[in-house]
């Protein structure tokens, strides 16, 4: 099982002194070499490709506000979606008009809803916990029986438990054509416990790879501007106190029966707590408990906190994608159940104030930029997991070879995505090789495959 991998970084060149210095411009997955999607169909192992443009197409900018002009579709492979999903991950021709000046929200926070809360740097959408379905009892007399359906919105059922056979290896899924994360978007086959195992045939590597040694990269924005990012940051929020994983203040209620909120709220009764119902299933069977001075590390009511990152060395408030001990997402997830900030993000037809268009750099790597490549496990018995750390916008080829040069095996790491996979379920034991071809280098690892 993995325990270390590294996320590469997206580093532009060019534009103005306000796009250079602010990530909410710069940090932007650009597509500059015409990637398109894929996706997975069940039983096929062999993705298809799609005629579709990957990960963001145009960033603009003005004083206040930065435009995302994107497909929605991720450049790593999407589907194939177990639970009877029909639908496919589908252009969404959207530009969004996120505020590159959020400020917090001094009244009632804001609720979360269903739909885009939040959008990712490779510009797929961030829906919140729900899952559009609540237990609606009022209707059992009706029925005959308990009932789960768009219902009462009284006890909300939880997305990431209760669709979980419906997410791909990456954890996302569309609803009507609209591919969207709910959680921590890295594949499950990278977790500590592996919970799916979706990943054995259809096989992904999500947005970004989580590294405790590493703070984690800036993710993406929620829609009251402010960002993003992975499991682990600075235990203290001066950015001191070294890597620690950010902890989620929510915790499962100690209950037996649904009729009540944590508030003490008396509401219409939901099913009792057992094996069908598990406790987890409904967002309000959590509870918020706010955390000591001492506990730094744990996140307040909207899961996040004002602290200092390698993006922001000043500080800024940030959401976290939280997880578990063993890698497996926590809620409320991302983002929620309420913002921080006031919601200002929106869709938008067209840009109607003047911009600047932020052009990246488009010509692969620079001459100064050091390219890191780590291989994961090693030595391996089934699967070898090759990482491109600081990579930019160019694809890179990745070779298995045995030791005479012979190709085993070849895998292309596509621009927006951050790994190949290899299976060495077939392979002897023995020494080889993996060549990572760049635009500035061919680098060579040795790697070694154990066989019992």
Not at 404 to 414: A, E, I, S
Request: with cysteine; charged share 15%; net charge neutral.
């Amino acid at each position: 099982m993995l325990r270390k991998i590294h996320f590469f970084c997206l580093l532009m060149m060019g534009g103005s002194a306000i796009a250079q210095t602010n990530p909410g411009i710069t940090q932007w997955i650009q597509n500059t070499t015409n990637i398109k999607g894929r996706h997975y169909v069940k039983g096929n192992s062999t993705p298809v490709a799609d005629d579709v443009l990957a990960n963001v197409q145009k960033v603009q900018y003005s004083t206040d506000w930065v435009y995302v002009t994107t497909t929605g579709i991720p450049s790593y492979i999407t589907g194939p979606f177990l639970d009877g999903n029909p639908s496919l991950a589908q252009n969404q021709n959207a530009i969004f008009k996120i505020s590159l000046k959020p400020v917090k929200n001094s009244g009632t926070p804001t609720s979360t809803t269903g739909g885009n809360i939040g959008i990712f740097i490779n510009g797929v959408a961030l829906f919140d916990y729900r899952d559009g379905v609540s237990w609606s009892n009022a209707q059992q007399a009706l029925k005959g029986g308990p009932l789960m359906g768009m219902g009462d919105n009284v006890w909300n059922r939880d997305a990431v438990v209760a669709e979980r056979g419906g997410f791909d290896c990456a954890k996302g899924h569309p609803a009507m054509g609209n591919y969207h994360h709910h959680q921590n978007p890295s594949a499950f086959k990278l977790d500590k416990k592996v919970i799916s195992n979706v990943c054995d045939l259809y096989a992904a590597d999500g947005l970004y790879l989580i590294d405790s040694a590493q703070h984690a990269p800036l993710l993406g924005y929620a829609v009251d501007g402010f960002p993003i990012y992975g499991a682990y940051g600075f235990k203290n929020v001066d950015g001191t106190g070294g890597l620690v994983r950010m902890k989620s203040s929510y915790k499962l209620r100690n209950i037996a029966v649904r009729t009540h909120y944590a508030d003490g709220s008396d509401v219409v009764d939901g099913p009792a707590v057992n094996s069908t119902y598990p406790l987890g299933l409904f967002r309000e069977d959590y509870e918020y408990v706010a955390p000591s001075a001492q506990q730094s590390e744990y996140l307040d009511e909207h899961n996040g906190r004002f602290c200092v990152t390698p993006e922001y060395p000043n500080g800024i408030y940030c959401y976290f994608a939280t997880v578990d001990a063993q890698w497996n997402s926590s809620y409320p997830y991302v983002v929620g159940p309420t913002y921080y900030g006031v919601r200002t993000a929106s869709k938008v037809t067209s840009v109607t104030e003047a911009v600047t268009t932020y052009v990246p750099q488009s010509n692969g790597l620079s001459q100064k930029e050091i390219v890191k490549v780590s291989l994961y496990p090693n030595p391996s018995s089934d699967v070898l997991v090759v990482q491109i750390a600081k990579y930019l916008s160019t694809n890179v080829v990745v070779e298995l070879m045995d030791l005479q040069g012979r190709v085993m095996d070849q895998q292309t790491v596509y621009a927006g995505s951050t790994m190949a996979h290899f299976d060495l379920r077939k392979m002897y034991s023995g020494d080889y090789l993996v060549r990572v071809n760049t635009p500035n280098a061919v680098i060579t690892e040795r790697v070694v495959v154990l066989k019992d």
